[in-house]
């Protein structure tokens, strides 16, 4: 695709992110996408009010400033926690409060947290009006678009109405419903069908509201043309399987940038920051290079790339070297195969 190609309503409608996803939207995964995309916005793995309350909240809250623009994502259904946890993260430096509405599993259920909140509208618009007095940065939620039998245009509506009275102004909507029981979450990402002409509806009907579509979305081709009737797109699992690819057509044909790192050069830069996470915190390099295996995904030698990095980071007294060895691994594969 050609970035002549994008209409003025897509450049007019930059708003492209990677979702919050348990496990792997973690800082080290952040900056490590921060390197290869200037302009996407950022999101934490969803973060418990009780974890910030109770917990190690330096631990959880950290991030490198190079993030930003960076979210929040909280779970929790208290308003008074919410909102002390809001304020928790705008102090810290967050861009955004994201409250999570969308998440299916039942650990997160029996919290009350997650998609079955959408049940609950009212209790989520009391959340989200307690969140919005108490900071001063942007105020969101991410949904589905209905859960088990609830499932309707009407259902959805209803919920967006009721948020949007709070005082939201942006729904991050998976194009796909909830099931509660019966699926689990592994599978309720693919099961049952995505409907974006529901969201799209949504759109229709709330014009003053931005809208950000989410599900199944995998190249840049489909970004485009999602932003041609949303305000925004967010892209899951590609963004974290495929990143080079992926990130980098996004960056040159919706953001008309080409001025980006090649993929030798973001390993590199990996390197410094890994010596500097583990002097300042511990980290074990393992933590940092487990979301760098696919950066060479698609090309010769990036198997020998991703042996390296599954090996080398568990050996003893490993450290950021080994980001070195797997590139040179790399290069001498990619020379045979040429």
């Known amino acids: 695709m050609n970035s002549a190609n994008v209409s003025e309503t897509v450049k007019k409608s930059k708003t492209v992110s990677i979702a919050p996803m348990m496990d ?6 952040r900056f490590f996408a921060r390197l290869i995309t200037p302009n996407i916005r950022l999101y934490t793995e969803m973060v418990t009010t009780g974890a910030i309350i109770h917990g190690d909240r330096e631990r959880f809250l950290r991030f490198d400033n190079a993030e930003h623009p960076v979210a929040l994502q909280l779970g929790g259904s208290d308003p008074a926690d919410l909102a002390a946890c809001a304020k928790i993260g705008d102090d810290h430096g967050y861009d955004e409060i994201n409250l999570n509405c969308g998440c299916p599993s039942d650990r997160v259920q029996k919290g009350m947290i997650g998609a079955c909140l959408m049940a609950e509208p009212s ?3 009391e959340g989200v009006a307690a969140m919005i007095e108490a900071v001063k940065i942007p105020v ?9 039998d609830q499932d309707s245009e009407e259902f959805l509506d209803t919920f967006i109405y009721k948020v949007k009275q709070a005082g939201c102004k942006t729904f991050i909507i998976h194009a796909r ?6 699926l689990s979450p592994k599978e309720n990402r693919t099961k049952p069908p995505i409907n974006y002409a529901r969201v799209a509806k949504m759109k229709a009907r709330h014009p003053d509201l931005e809208i950000i579509i989410n599900g199944d979305i995998r190249s840049s081709e489909e970004t485009v043309q999602h932003l041609e009737v ?3 797109v967010m892209i ?7 990143p080079y690819l ?3 057509e996004i960056e040159r044909e919706i953001f008309g940038n080409a001025n980006l790192r090649t993929r030798e050069n973001i390993a590199h830069a990996m390197i410094p920051y890994t010596k500097e996470q583990g002097k300042k915190y511990g980290t074990p390099v393992k933590s940092i290079t487990r979301h760098m295996i696919n950066l060479y995904q698609g090309l010769p030698g990036a198997k020998s790339w991703r042996q390296a990095l599954s090996t080398l980071p568990f050996l003893p007294d490993a450290d950021e070297k080994v980001i070195e060895d797997a590139l040179q691994a790399f290069q001498r594969t990619n020379r045979k195969a040429a």
């Open 123 to 125: 209790l989520v618009a």
């Open 236 to 242: 899951g699992r590609e963004a974290y399987q495929d």
């Open 177 to 182: 419903k909830a099931w509660l029981q019966g």
């Open 246 to 248: 992926l990130l980098t």
């Open 24 to 29: 792997w939207t973690d800082r080290h995964f």
């Open 140 to 148: 969101t939620v991410k949904c589905r678009i209905g859960i088990d």
């Open 230 to 232: 949303f305000d925004g």
